[in-house]
Structures are given as structure tokens and as C-alpha cells.
């Protein structure tokens, strides 16, 4: 059922899901942990601008990528006057694109992680002689396992769900941009109902597995963690 | 330990080889959607003639692609369902060449619940139906001249309120196939192909109703080695791919309706 | 030896304002109502709070001195702290948890070994546990062997028995005081039960809406303490004696102080050693001759001092034993019938005493 097209389609959006996690995972955890700690006003600026993309429609984003990262754009341009070449229709422009896009869901539940761990522990690590990246790497780190963990697996599945930002700056370039939803949405708009109906049955299934392993590690941890 | 695990298999994941990397040339062709019924049949037979340049087809309305082409996007050639937008990439200075006609579009009406082939345009009017799909004119050529032939029919007017627009002609075949408009205007390439052919005959809608679907293409200064693209537009106006054309709905540029 | 501390703290409604000299060996307790400002000061110390101006000085060691703009963050004081409720890191063992600690202090400067800290705090069958499977009292213990693991140059323990239930006071007051015995630790204590600081106090810091009041040896200030020990439930005296002998064969130990001399079941305490007991007001009765032919074998000849009503029918004799005070607590008709009255000799018989 499956061609060897749709084998690349599948890899690319996988290797888009896993570096947009990383990168969301390393540049995420010290924000979220900036976020959680600072008493800083301007505190909510940041706040808002991380969970804007939840509420702006992709396309949005999507068209301000592509008036940046494009050749004309100022990053692009930028890029290109040095050499370089433009971000748009390039499997990093998609990688920027899907970070900012997923930035809430890797951030929100990290925050709230390190934002439950007690002042107590922190000062009581202090007290034991723990410095600060200390605390952060033995206390913060383990002790939000579970919103870490969350945070991974949904942006993974929101990257692997991501339709909008990819419409517009993906251009759907089979092995580098074009990714399952594009694919799915292809099929359907050639009526090849058949390839349609696989990839969207697979990744529903997909979807469906990876929020029921998050469910289950979740209640392990309450179970442990009580 | 379970946690090193999912780092690790992230890791991977994120080094998986990109694009199935070869040694072959590549042509990668930007098409208007009305060409999708066409390109396999076009793709298999250029590559008797030319084995070793493999063609990746990025399918889209020709005003969606050619605003990609402007912004970068890394297409060899752009086949566009007229022949204004190349024209405009072409005054951009993006174009490697001038801008060649191949082919010309006609317009079918089709709805794959009933033979439509004795309906006009006029008939539209009829109250049962209540939902007309055509390509959206903003950005699709097929939809400009669909909206112009309802209007040189003179129904415009009283259908206006009952349009719904596709992304682009092939997503508007998608909104009639699933059931969702009642009918639409489609490009006959479409409605010739056997998944609609076989639910229902089309009507051909007079090429007098509307200014001429010209379709041109012209070669891009893409990323790709220009020599492949120069074979693939070469091959287009050979004979062979003429043939193939017109088999799937296209007039050739000079001659009559197929 | 001197911990000398200087240190304003202004918050929304309150204003801490501190200048001390303090002696850096035994328990110094911090005293005082809630919100007196005893456990700011106490952070102070530890470096979680930061006073404007602040000076603080222990032995050599300078802490912090804001004229300087010198600040020594808490990681690096060699200071433990214990909190109110048990803090323990919930995602490690209780070995876990000491280890923390211990693995954070360099080799040279450790004074207190793992297997010292788990046997001083009871904790050998606990270090494979969960600290969610603790109970409160095992947790605050932990959570005070971890503060030893730090080999700390001060240990700083904050209310720490408030949180727990009676049983877990009982048992850790009994541990802070062995720490005191064993370890040569100076401890801040802080504390709001007079029943705590008669206790476990060398020296007392009475404080008041963010001041110092007053504070000196607990011998110098029990006078000012009296009303906060009549205030508790069970009024009580806390006698400091010294074991003078043991028996084996009838597993008793005497011990003698000014005022004269008590038995008590057999301590493992060596003798010349110091020791502090408890007694309650209602453990003790009053005779007007040494009674004769009786169980009670503590008698303590004393001089009334005052007598105040505790509820109906009830009457507190304050009592004098050269120079230790001591309460009964008698019946009214009692007094009445032995016509009790300040300067009145009397002879007290103490039935129980316990270990302090």
C-alpha cells in the first residue's frame, strides 16, 4: 500500500518531528526554567509571545516565515549576502518554522513542572551545597521528569501534525519539505482515496499510541511519586 | 534508563538521511494542478528517453507556485495553467528563457452523480444545485476563466451566492467527488481521467465563453542543473509528449480542440 | 568562638533589626512568639535572605558584609539547615538523600561520616526506602541527618519538631540533644515552646515584633522565661545534675546537683557526665517532714517561693532547691490543710522524672 515515496515522506517528517524536539528540548528547558523562577514584570511579554502560536492561525506564521526567511526576507537576504542560501522551501526553514510553532508545547508544560517544585527544595539543596546549575541539573531536571517528558512527546506529535506553517513555507518538496499531512492532503486532492486513507489511518493510530504511553508513564509516576 | 532510550531514538530519528540522494540528474517541476492527470503518463515516457533524470512533480494552483518561485523556492521549471504568471517571473528576471506556450485548457462541467454531458452553463440556474465549486480566480486560472464563462452565459448573477472555491482545480474535482458541491466547473483533464469518467460523462463548455486557456511554461534559474530542465521542456514539445497531451484533454498550441 | 551577626531586613509590614554577639558552641535558641522574626533571622544566617545593611561573621569565616558588598551564597556557608516540615528530595533514596549531601563537602573538610550520621539519627533500616513511604518524624530525621552530612560549621534547625506529632518530638528532641553531646556543632535552634527552649537552650535569644529583647545563658534568663513556661499546659521544671554513680545490680543511676541528689533508672551516660531532666508540676507532691517508710525515693528539701491559683481548686507552688527552681502543682485543700505560704519549708517528693 505503501510506495517508496511515501517510506521518504514519512522519514522527512520524522527527522522534522526529532530535530524540531531537540532543538525545542535545549533551547526550551532554560526558558521554561527562566520562566517558572523570574519575577521579572516583563515576565508576561515572553509568557504571551511563547503561546501566541496557539492561538495565531499557522498560515500566520507561515507568512511571516516566508517574508523572513525568503530570499527577499531579512534573514534570507541576509544569508544570501554572506554566501549562504535563503531559509524558504529548505528542510531548515521547516525546522525554524516547527519550533516556533510547537514553542508552547514544549514550554507550558516544562514551566509548570519547574513551577511546582517547591522553594523549599530548592533552598534546602542550596543548604546542602548545591550551586545553581547544580540545583538545576539534580533537582529541577528530575524533578519535572513529567512535564519534560509530556513536553517532548507533544511537540513530536504537533510537529507530526503540523499542516498550515508547512503549506506555507514548506513547498512540498518530496524528500526534503514535504511532510505526511502535505502528502495526506496531495492524495486527497488527486481522489487516491486508497494512499489517503493509509497515511491518515497510520498516523491516527500513531497519535492515538503515543498519547496513551504519555497517559500511562503519567500515572506510573503518580503511583511512585504519591 | 527508559529515558536515555527515547533520547537515543530521537537522536537517530533526527540523522535519518534526508532525500533519497543519487547520483541521477533532477528536473524538479512545478505544475499547475490541472496537469496532474497528465505528468505521470508525461514522467514515463521521458525517462525512455532520457533514463537517469529522475522529474519530482510539485503539484499547486500556478498562482500559489509561482508566489513559492518568487519567494525561493527551489523549482527547475514552472508549468503554470496560463501564461501571465510566467510572464510576471519572467519581468522578475527569475526566468531562464522566455516563456513558451504548451498547451491549452478547456473547461468541463461534471458532477459524478449523473450524466451531466447534455447540460449548459443555463442549466446551473436550476435550484438543485446549491453548491457550485470552481478553482478559486484569485489564484487559479481555471478559475478565472470559470468565472468568466458563467458570466458570458449569463448566470453569473444567480449563482454568485452559491459558489465555493477550491484551493486549486484539482481540490475543487475533490469538493464535487466527495459530494460536498452538487457540480463544478473542472478542467477537462480532470474530468477525462477514469476515477471521474467512470461516475459520470462531463460537458465540454464552449472555449468561445471564455478568453483561451493558454497555458505556458518557462525554465526557472532553479538550483538544479539547468541541462535537465532544458531536456524536459524540449521533450514536451516533441511529438510523443504532444500526443499525450492532447489524450488527456490538451489542445495544442496552433490547433483545434481535442 | 563567636558568631556575631548585624542585619536589617524591612518587608511589607515587618522590619527585622538585629545586632548580636553570639557564642558559636552548644544550642543557641532563637525564642520568641510567631512572627517575631526569629526564622528570618535564622535564613539570614543560611544566606536565603539577604539583609541591607548586613554583617555576618562566624569565627574567622566572613559570611557576608554588605558595606563590602561581600555576600557568601548558601552553598558555600558549610551551613545545615533543617526546616519546619521535612524537606527530602523526592526523587531519591533516603541513602540518596544523605548522599547529596555528603558528596558535595570536599574530603578535608568532612567531619561527619555517612555511617556516623545514619547510626546518630537511627536511620540504618530506612536507607533503602522511598522517602514517600516516611513518616513524618523519619523524614525530619533524614532530613536533619542530611544537614549533618554537610559537616557544617553551624547547623541551623528551624522549629524543627513543629511539624511532627508528639511521639516524633519526643524522638527527635532526644536525637538534637545527642547531636549536641556528640558532635562539637554549634546549633541556632528556633523555637516558639518554652517547654522546647528550657530543654535543649545553652544560650537564649528573646525576640520581639523583629528585635532582640534579651539574651544571655538560659541560667541568667529563666527568670524572664517563667511566664512563657506557665503558660504551656504542663508547667515544668528542666534540672541540669550530673551522674554521680551507677548501680548495675538494682540498674539505677544517681545524680546530684546543688539542691541535692535523685535517683533514675540506669542512663548510659558516664559518669561526671551532664545531664538534663524533666520535671512536671504534677509529678510532684509536698511534705511538711521527709516522709519515711514511702516508694518515693527522690525527696528534695526546698523553700516555697510563691503560690498562684492554676484553675479551681488547684494551686502552683513555685519552689526553691539552692537555687533551681521547681513547681508542684497541689490540691487547694491541700495547701489549705498544710498551710503552705511563701518561705515555708517543705520537703518535695518527685514521683517520675524523664530524660530531657
Keep these: 500500500m505503501l510506495r517508496a515515496d511515501d517510506l521518504v515522506t514519512i522519514g522527512v517528517t520524522a527527522r522534522l518531528a526529532a530535530v524540531t524536539t531537540l532543538v525545542l528540548l535545549a533551547a526550551g528547558t532554560p526558558l521554561a526554567w527562566w520562566l517558572a523562577r523570574t519575577h521579572w514584570r516583563g515576565k508576561v511579554l515572553v509568557e504571551a509571545v511563547v503561546a501566541l502560536p496557539l492561538v495565531l492561525p499557522p498560515t500566520v506564521l ?119 499531512s502535505m502528502a495526506i492532503y496531495d492524495y486527497a486532492e488527486a481522489l487516491d482515496h486508497g494512499r489517503a486513507a493509509a497515511l491518515s489511518g497510520g498516523l491516527l493510530i500513531f497519535s492515538m499510541a503515543l498519547l496513551i504511553v504519555v497517559y500511562a508513564v503519567n500515572r506510573r509516576f503518580e503511583r511512585i511519586q504519591v | 534508563m527508559r529515558k536515555g532510550f527515547l533520547g537515543l531514538a530521537l537522536v537517530l530519528v533526527a540523522l535519518l538521511p534526508g532525500g533519497v540522494a543519487g ?80 498547451a491549452r485548457g478547456r473547461l468541463a462541467l461534471w458532477n459524478g452523480r449523473e450524466d451531466v454531458s447534455r447540460l449548459t452553463l443555463a442549466d446551473l440556474k436550476e435550484k ?63 474530468a477525462l481521467t477514469p476515477e471521474l469518467a467512470r461516475k459520470g460523462a462531463h460537458a465540454t463548455i464552449p472555449e468561445n465563453l471564455h478568453q483561451p486557456l493558454e497555458q505556458g511554461y518557462c525554465v526557472l534559474k532553479g538550483p538544479g542543473g539547468r541541462g535537465a530542465a532544458r531536456a524536459f521542456v524540449h521533450f514536451v514539445g516533441e511529438p510523443a509528449a504532444r500526443a499525450i497531451l492532447r489524450r488527456h484533454g490538451f489542445a495544442q498550441p496552433g490547433e483545434g480542440s481535442p | 568562638m563567636s558568631l556575631r551577626v548585624r542585619a536589617k531586613l524591612v518587608r511589607d509590614t515587618f522590619v527585622l533589626d538585629v545586632d548580636l554577639e553570639l557564642p558559636a558552641r552548644g544550642i543557641v535558641t532563637l525564642f520568641g512568639p510567631s512572627g517575631c522574626g526569629k526564622t528570618t533571622l535564622l535564613r539570614c544566617l543560611a544566606g536565603l535572605e539577604r539583609p541591607e545593611p548586613g554583617l555576618i561573621r562566624l569565627n574567622g569565616q566572613l559570611w557576608q558584609d554588605s558595606a563590602a558588598g561581600c555576600f557568601v551564597p548558601p552553598h558555600r556557608r558549610g551551613v545545615g539547615y533543617v526546616f519546619q516540615e521535612p524537606v527530602v528530595f523526592p526523587h531519591l533514596s533516603v541513602l540518596g538523600n544523605l548522599e547529596y549531601a555528603h558528596r558535595r563537602v570536599p574530603e578535608a573538610r568532612r567531619h561527619v561520616s555517612l555511617e556516623r550520621a545514619v547510626e546518630l539519627l537511627g536511620l540504618p533500616e530506612l536507607c533503602d526506602r522511598a522517602p514517600a513511604n516516611l513518616s513524618g518524624g523519619q523524614r525530619q530525621r533524614v532530613a536533619i541527618g542530611r544537614a549533618l552530612l554537610t559537616s557544617p560549621g553551624l547547623l541551623l534547625m528551624d522549629e524543627p519538631l513543629a511539624a511532627l506529632d508528639l511521639a516524633s518530638r519526643a524522638e527527635i528532641l532526644t536525637r538534637v540533644l545527642e547531636l549536641r553531646e556528640e558532635l562539637d556543632v554549634p546549633i541556632v535552634y528556633v523555637t516558639h515552646s518554652g517547654a522546647e527552649l528550657a530543654r535543649v537552650a545553652d544560650y537564649v535569644v528573646l525576640m520581639e515584633q523583629g528585635r532582640v529583647t534579651h539574651h544571655g545563658p538560659l541560667a541568667e534568663l529563666i527568670g524572664r522565661l517563667e ?23 538494682l540498674c539505677s543511676t544517681h545524680l546530684t546537683f546543688a539542691g541535692g541528689s535523685l535517683f533514675v533508672p540506669r542512663r548510659q551516660a558516664p559518669v561526671g557526665k551532664r545531664l538534663r531532666l524533666v520535671v512536671r508540676a504534677r509529678d510532684v507532691s509536698l511534705a511538711l517532714e521527709p516522709a519515711k517508710r514511702t516508694s518515693i525515693l527522690n525527696i528534695l528539701p526546698c523553700r516555697i517561693v510563691s503560690l498562684s491559683e492554676r484553675s479551681p481548686g488547684e494551686v502552683l507552688v513555685r519552689l526553691d532547691a539552692a537555687g533551681t527552681a521547681l513547681w508542684s502543682l497541689v490540691m487547694r485543700r491541700s495547701a489549705l490543710a498544710l498551710g503552705l505560704a511563701p518561705g515555708v519549708r517543705v520537703y518535695a517528693q518527685i514521683k517520675a522524672v524523664s530524660l530531657a
Design chain 3, 227 to 249: 511566664p512563657f513556661i506557665l503558660d504551656q499546659q504542663d508547667v515544668e521544671a528542666v534540672l541540669e545534675l550530673t551522674v554521680d554513680s551507677h548501680d548495675d545490680e
Design chain 1, 62 to 180: 507561515g507568512y511571516y516565515l516566508l517574508v523572513c526567511l525568503g530570499p527577499h526576507g531579512a534573514l534570507g537576504a541576509t544569508l544570501e549576502r554572506f554566501g549562504g542560501h535563503h531559509l524558504a522551501f529548505s528542510f531548515a526553514g521547516l525546522v525554524i518554522g516547527s519550533c516556533l510553532y510547537s514553542l508552547p508545547f514544549a514550554v507550558q508544560p516544562m514551566q509548570a513542572a519547574f513551577a511546582a517544585i517547591g522553594e523549599r527544595t530548592f533552598e534546602m539543596a542550596a543548604t546542602v551545597g548545591a550551586g545553581p546549575f547544580d540545583r538545576f541539573l539534580t533537582v529541577a531536571l528530575p524533578l519535572a521528569r513529567r512535564g519534560i517528558l509530556t513536553a517532548c512527546v507533544l511537540t513530536f506529535a504537533h510537529t507530526v501534525g503540523e499542516f498550515g506553517v508547512v503549506l506555507m513555507v514548506g513547498g512540498n518538496i518530496p524528500g526534503s519539505t514535504r511532510v505526511l
Design chain 2, 23 to 102: 547520483a541521477e540528474e533532477l528536473v524538479r517541476v512545478a505544475a499547475a494542478a490541472d496537469l496532474r492527470p497528465v505528468l505521470p503518463a508525461l514522467e514515463a515516457e521521458f525517462a525512455k528517453v532520457r533514463p537517469g533524470t529522475r522529474v519530482e512533480v510539485i503539484l499547486g494552483s500556478s498562482g500559489k507556485l509561482a508566489t513559492q518561485i518568487e519567494n525561493g523556492a527551489p523549482f527547475d521549471v514552472f508549468f503554470s495553467a496560463d501564461r501571465a504568471l510566467p510572464a510576471r517571473l519572467a519581468g522578475k528576471g527569475l526566468c531562464d528563457g522566455p516563456v513558451q506556450l504548451y
Design chain 2, 128 to 190: 438543485r444545485f446549491r453548491r457550485i465549486a470552481i478553482a478559486n480566480p484569485e489564484h487559479a486560472p481555471y478559475g478565472q476563466r470559470a468565472r468568466e464563462a458563467l458570466q458570458r452565459a449569463g448566470v453569473w448573477s444567480v449563482v454568485q451566492d452559491r459558489i465555493v472555491l477550491g484551493e486549486n482545480v484539482s481540490q475543487t474535482a475533490e469538493l464535487v467527488e466527495s459530494g460536498a458541491a452538487d457540480v463544478g466547473i473542472l478542467a477537462l483533464s480532470l
